[in-house]
């Protein structure tokens, strides 16, 4: 891939055939996990009246949906509060659809405009944006199952079975960093 450019009021990348499939299946692997858990919303039979809906109240298990739908509200790990932990519980099952929609919503965007074959991108200033947003959803996905901090090496010993992976999370970063300088000239 060459860095992204900006024409105006469009915004314009190209992806090697190889380089498509793997923003397109860790895209679509991301959006299934996100709908996965939107499926995990509780039936209310006054949310299908309202159309005002709900989500879990409880955080996800899996990390990697943890670091995606985080806390709407930060617990004090020590000794929380019950009058906190019902808040941030309200707060979850408040939002949190509404967050599943936008994250499912934006890679959504990046499916229908990432070819499978590659090719020519031209994004609106509006799906440029959702390319983001799905970008950083796949490196905060990938950074949490590589388990990357701010002291892990650029590269990591052949032997270790996370390196191919780390070089998907640094080109994927560098992409997301291009198309952020293009948006914003």
Not at 9 to 24: C, Y
Not at 134 to 146: F, P, W
Request: charged letters at 30%; a negative charge; aromatic letters at 4%.
């Amino acid at each position: 891939m060459k860095r992204w450019i900006r024409d105006g009021d469009v915004v314009i990348g190209r992806l090697d055939r190889q380089e498509a499939a793997v923003v397109r299946g860790l895209v679509s692997q991301i959006q299934d996990m996100l709908l996965a858990r939107a499926e995990e919303a509780p039936q209310d039979e006054l949310a299908e009246l309202t159309g005002i809906r709900t989500g879990p109240s409880e955080a996800p298990d899996d990390p990697i949906l943890g670091r995606l739908l985080p806390d709407f509200h930060r617990l004090d790990d020590d000794a929380p509060d019950p009058d906190e932990v019902n808040s941030a519980a309200a707060l979850r099952s408040l939002h949190e659809p509404e967050l599943l929609d936008h994250k499912t919503g934006a890679a959504e965007i990046v499916l229908q405009t990432c070819s499978p074959d590659g090719g020519e991108i031209r994004l609106s200033l509006g799906e440029a944006e959702a390319w983001l947003a799905s970008l950083n959803d796949v490196r905060l996905a990938l950074g949490t199952a590589l388990d990357v901090t701010e002291d892990m090496p650029d590269e990591l010993p052949p032997e270790d079975p996370r390196s191919p992976h780390l070089g998907v999370y640094h080109w994927l970063t560098w992409v997301q960093d291009t198309l952020v300088e293009a948006m914003m000239r």
